[in-house]
């Protein structure tokens, strides 16, 4: 069939499932979603291509869809997509940003799909293995395992000091937990994710009992049968689309987890989150300080890899050595170099951050990263070797199955960290030649105990960069798409940060949302006095105007705050008759939080919601549950994150202006998904104030103007 074909076949389909809608409305906007989809999938190469045979290289095809509030473009993008992966015999890999958000894609929106669409497919959800239980430490931590000759120290001595730490009804109460939750495993009650706990776990209560990648055996692990991760990555197998999310897809990138990227469609909802994902992928950090793992690594390859007579362990006392003695160095000779400006950020020490000026490392450390990068190689090499033996004698000795796991997980718990060690040595070491694009490097100050903790970090500054080599040379079919993606009214800022600025294969589509914002929305610039940059002062007058305007609140109402001692001043100067209305994050939990909401508004009283940032995007309020959005203050970044500093010094560096280049469209992009919690449906009306008088009197709040929706217009002065 042709690509034309491929097309009309996917449209066709798209077209069966609207009309198999009871009810559902015809959409224009969403029409056009789904050619766009059609057509970008359709014309992408996808399998092996032999160019050396004289076939044409491969054809690379990336939509970039912009899809307002109200288009519906889980659907414009699900049903062409599926229909094409079907009739070309390949499969859809669909990552959003969230876990709920795949949850919501697999539990709601799929099965509704495939009850309507003509041809039948078959659907599962992806996670990381850490949000899987091993079943494995669950039992030991449990009390419920039984302890081999040789598995003593598996546990043992990392869970003995965490225990220390903690008094002891924390421990007890933690011991209890983790037998209700083995009991509740083994009674098929709970399927070992996570998630699915009625209350999920604290990370610190998760992570001794999670399942791991560096300790895992697979099919040689005596409880492979019972293994929930792995239950899960047979679903995998026979499904047609498999939903995923970015952290996993770019932490899986060439390890086989996921359907390989030239043969799938790929499709990146909630796009805008990608970006920040990477940089925080690709970011590597050590500890300089808590160095007592290096020893237990250190006797555990030993006595294994003589156990399998390894002849590659006989430099490991040299490497373990030395990674102790260079590490020490290198906290002593951070300590010198920057413990003056650690000590005067804070009374006490820590916690405190001090960033390396333009990437530029002082001479003193790059001898000592230079030997701790080269010492952690050849530790890494002789540990290779230790596992390549391991799993040849899993393979040849079936029987000793547990043994054989026990001893390579032992060696598995505390790899990670010297190949986090050994990549943060060698980022740190990355060089930026004249011109280019360094590393952002930082070290950090922080006290565990008594104990003072130095740490050394690394990270890429250009997610786009990071995209480029590790993602987008891998895909042949993408479409990215999102209710924002331009900022101040066009994609380049996305496109940049995502690394498909200049690239031939990706063309743009923005598809407006069916609502008539005009009628439907009022945007209220309320003035203050006070200059928002004069935070005590601006906080105060804002706080004033906000308790006059949500005092009016009939419904459900959502103000959202751009830190939290403004959120703090503002629920300080609740009257007492207010109080009773007003819910904060984190008072309880957000899924309460929004019942609660949902139930006062049902029963006609009002309610309001003081939330931050993660309450600004995703949250779906329509109708009387939210008939006004409060805007405290413009949501600006805070300026103290360090790779946005390191960008921000090489930008200026090169005559740039990171303010117009990186901080507005950004804020932009914020803004939007703020104003978005606003006008959920076709039927509702609602208020948006904000109280930052920047947006309608600078030039750059001009900007921000031109990426929100329509609303009419109100000015209201200062009183």
């Excluded at 499904?239 to 897809?249: C, K, M, P, T, W």
């Excluded at 237990?296 to 002849?311: C, H, K, T």
């Excluded at 500093?645 to 990186?662: I, K, T």
């Excluded at 901080?663 to 104003?675: D, E, F, G, K, S």
Aim: overall charge negative; proline content about 6%.
């Amino acid at each position: 069939m042709s690509q034309q074909g491929w097309a009309a076949q996917a449209l066709e389909s798209f077209d069966a499932v609207v009309n198999a809608t009871e009810g559902f409305r015809s959409r224009a906007g969403q029409r056009l979603m789904a050619e766009q989809v059609a057509r970008t999938f359709s014309s992408a190469t996808l399998g092996k291509v032999d160019e050396e045979s004289g076939e044409p290289a491969p054809t690379r095809s990336i939509a970039v869809i912009q899809a307002g509030t109200g288009v519906g473009k889980s659907l414009a993008y699900c049903a062409p997509a599926i229909a094409l992966a079907l009739v070309r015999g390949t499969r859809v890999l669909i990552s959003t940003a969230t876990v709920a958000l795949q949850e919501q894609l697999v539990n709601k929106d799929l099965p509704a799909l495939a009850a309507r669409m003509p041809q039948p497919f078959k659907f599962a959800l992806a996670k990381g293995r850490g949000r899987y239980v091993c079943k494995l430490k669950l039992d030991r931590l449990a009390g419920h395992g039984e302890a081999d000759e040789g598995d003593d120290d598996l546990f043992a001595e990392e869970e003995a000091a965490e225990r220390a730490k903690r008094p002891r009804q924390e421990t007890e109460a933690r011991m209890q937990f983790y037998a209700s939750m083995a009991q509740t495993l083994s009674k098929g009650a709970w399927d070992g994710d996570r998630d699915s706990l009625d209350t999920p776990p604290e990370p610190e209560v998760w992570s001794p009992v999670a399942a791991e990648g560096a300790s895992c055996t697979g099919k040689h692990c005596p409880a492979f049968s019972q293994c929930t991760y792995y239950d899960k990555r047979k679903e995998l197998v026979g499904a047609q689309v498999i939903v995923a999310n970015h952290d996993l897809l770019l932490s899986s990138l060439g390890a086989r987890v996921l359907p390989e990227l030239d043969n799938c469609l790929l499709v990146l909802d909630e796009a805008h989150h990608l970006p920040a994902t990477a940089l925080q992928q690709f970011a590597c950090s050590m500890d300089l300080s808590r160095i007592t793992w290096i020893e237990r690594l250190s006797s555990r390859g030993l006595r294994i890899g003589a156990l399998l007579e390894v002849e590659e362990i006989a430099d490991i006392p040299r490497h373990a050595a030395q990674l102790r003695q260079t590490l020490q160095d290198l906290a002593r000779i951070v300590m010198d170099v920057y413990g003056a400006a650690l000590k005067s950020q804070k009374d006490t020490w820590g916690p405190a951050r001090v960033r390396v000026p333009r990437g530029e490392l002082p001479e003193q450390l790059i001898a000592p990263l230079g030997l701790l990068a080269a010492s952690a190689e050849g530790f890494l090499d002789a540990l290779r070797a230790i596992s390549k033996a391991l799993r040849a004698e899993m393979r040849d000795k079936p029987d000793e199955a547990k043994r054989l796991s026990t001893l390579y997980a032992q060696i598995g718990m505390l790899a990670p960290r010297l190949e986090e060690l050994h990549a943060t040595a060698q980022l740190l070491l990355q060089d930026a030649p004249e011109g280019a694009v360094p590393a952002s490097k930082w070290f950090t100050l922080e006290t565990d105990g008594d104990f003072i903790v130095v740490k050394a970090h690394a990270s890429p500054i250009l997610p786009g960069s990071a995209l480029r080599t590790h993602l987008w040379g891998a895909v042949r079919g993408a479409v990215l798409t999102s209710a924002t993606l331009t900022s101040c009214g066009n994609f380049d800022f996305f496109l940049r940060e995502a690394g498909m600025h200049g690239d031939e294969a990706a063309t743009t589509l923005e598809v407006p949302s069916p609502f008539n914002y005009a009628a439907q929305g009022t945007l209220i610039a309320a003035e203050t006095r006070a200059d928002p940059k004069n935070a005590a002062q601006f906080t105060t007058e804002m706080v004033d105007a906000l308790l006059h305007d949500i005092a009016r609140v009939e419904y459900g109402a959502l103000v959202l705050f751009t830190s939290r001692e403004q959120m703090r001043q503002a629920v300080d100067a609740l009257p007492t008759a207010m109080r009773s209305v007003v819910l904060v994050q984190n008072a309880l939990p957000r899924t309460q939080l929004l019942k609660r909401h949902r139930e006062r508004v049902e029963n006609g009283e009002p309610s309001v919601i003081f939330g931050m940032q993660s309450f600004g995007e995703g949250l779906d309020l329509p109708g009387r549950l939210c008939e006004s959005v409060f805007i405290t203050k413009l949501p600006f970044a805070p300026p103290d994150d360090p790779v946005g500093e390191a960008r921000a010094e090489w930008l200026r560096a090169v005559g740039r202006d990171p303010f117009s280049e990186l901080v507005v469209p950004a804020t932009a992009i914020r803004l939007a998904q703020w104003v978005g919690r606003a006008i959920r449906t076709e039927d509702d009306q609602a208020h948006v104030y904000c109280y930052d008088k920047r947006l309608v009197r600078t030039s750059y709040g001009q900007r921000l103007l031109k990426g929100l929706p329509p609303f009419a217009l109100q000015q209201r002065a200062a009183g």
